[in-house]
């Protein structure tokens, strides 16, 4: 599903009409049209933003259905690196997640905003 068939989905399902989530995202009507349309794209900015405003994170709004990471075989550096995660405290742990997240995110936004330039 595009990022423009999604922020439509979510916003009819909360019975908002364009220029009610307009107002909450903080841009004009006329560019929720466009994005629903998938005309253009939100910046990286309002993202943030309008995954706010549907109260999930900027990385549900932007993945695909069933996206998933997943490791390759050869690549045995990563693998290897994964592994040591476990020797670490709970803190640590969190800390690796929370950038490993903040990184994919970040990933699929300039993935997003890429493929319709």
């Known amino acids: 599903m595009s990022l423009g068939r999604k ?4 916003r009819k399902e ?7 989530f307009a107002d909450r995202v903080g841009v004009h ?3 929720i049209s466009r994005w629903e349309t998938d005309k253009s794209k939100p910046t990286i900015e309002k993202i943030r933003r309008i995954a706010e405003v549907f109260g999930i994170s900027a990385e549900d709004l932007i993945k695909e259905n069933g996206e998933e990471f ?3 075989e ?4 990563l693998i290897k690196h994964i592994k040591l ?4 405290n709970e803190d640590d742990k969190q800390i690796v997640i929370q950038l490993i ?3 994919s995110t970040k990933r699929r936004m300039e993935k997003v905003l890429r493929s319709e330039e």
């Open 29 to 31: 009507g006329r560019h």
């Open 70 to 72: 997943v490791v390759q």
């Open 85 to 88: 995660i476990e020797d670490l």
């Open 7 to 10: 922020i439509a989905k979510l």
């Open 14 to 20: 909360r019975d908002w009409t364009q220029d009610q």
């Open 74 to 77: 050869q690549d045995r550096t």
């Open 101 to 103: 997240k903040a990184l």
